[in-house]
């Protein structure tokens, strides 16, 4: 089916078939992963073609592919096709024309990075750290000029993915990243920011986690403040706030950076850490006629119980909720004898997670 209807589609010269084939490749890797995988040279090399289609959109359609097949594929899609993807992704994040298509190129990279062995990432490290700096200069200047951001927060999560794989062979790309990256924690503050502010600090804390105590201490007091800020500012933010997921994670990572340096800390980030590790999740037990006003979009999944009944369970903040008891593991395992004012509070909270079925994370950190 697939050489013969997408491979076909692929081919037309209407720019709507081609999209609507790469997004139909997308869509089925997952559960046609044996009957891909044979063809996975042929399908790669074809879809890397589209990178340079005519169409933004198909350009588009063809990083949305890549993106999703090297997750699907990994780590065997990284091992085989390294140097024709990170070559034909970068080539297409310099589309400064078109926005979105750099930033899906951006995306498409993050999903190859995080699976690609250290070893295969290495060589190509002076490539990607130049393309995504001239990027983020570029973009942050036209935040700065016209408020955009779309690109920015997919190329920040690019280079905190790089880093991430890269660890300690970051070390020398540190000072051309840093100095910008603290600029936007320091100045995106407004609320359409978030998002951007959140992976930001992201960012910052996974590239002091890969470059190590040594090469991040004379940032960490200044990145700590910015954090503490943040913190203090904390009970401000909204339930939804993005930045709430981003600072719980990157508390736990400058946690691991700085050791026993960190636990001077610990009455600042409790508090909103174990807020979040006490959310309870919103359930209903709903007839046909319920179901009717509310939908999956609203956040709410259902499992059907039959004799039209449904059990439904509202998603929103059980994400949050099983990062801020892995968290709390972290500091734990970190901390040791420093975390042992918090060791009552912690266990009254997780002891009656150990019937918490509803996020197997959860369960498992309880476990």
Known sequence: MIKQHIMQMLQNPDWKYRHAGLMALSA?????????????????SFVLLFCSDPHPRVRYAACNAIGQMATDFAPTFQKKFHDKVISALLQTMEDQSNPRVQAHAAA????????????????????????????MVAKLQELI????????EQVVTSIASVADTAEEKFVPYYDLFMPSLKHIVENAVQKELRLLRGKTIECISLIGLAVGKEKFMPDASAVMQLLLKTQTDFNDLEDDDPQISYMI??????????????????PVVMGPLMKTASIKPEVALLDTQ?????????GWEFVNLGDQQSFGIKTAG????????????????????????????????????????????ILFVEI
């Not at 999903?111 to 393309?131: A, G, M, R, W």
């Not at 994670?249 to 610990?266: D, N, T, V």
């Not at 009656?352 to 079925?357: D, I």
């Open 28 to 44: 089925i890797g997952e559960g046609c992963h044996q009957q891909m995988e044979a063809i996975l040279q042929e399908i790669v």
């Open 108 to 135: 498409a990279l993050i999903n190859f990075t995080e699976d690609c062995p250290k070893s295969l990432l290495i060589p190509y490290l002076d490539s990607l750290v130049q393309h995504l700096h001239v990027i």
């Open 145 to 152: 000029q016209k408020g955009t951001k779309l690109v920015l």
């Open 249 to 266: 994670s990157a508390w736990a990572r400058m946690c691991k950076i700085l050791g026993k340096e960190f636990q001077q800390y610990l």
């Open 290 to 298: 319920d179901m009717e006003n509310i939908s999956e979009d609203d």
């Open 318 to 361: 059980l994400e949050e909720k099983a990062t801020a008891c892995q968290m709390l593991v972290c500091y734990a395992k970190e901390l040791k004898e420093g975390f042992v004012e918090y060791t009552e509070q912690v266990v009254k909270l997780m002891v009656p997670l150990l019937k918490f079925y509803f996020h197997d994370d």
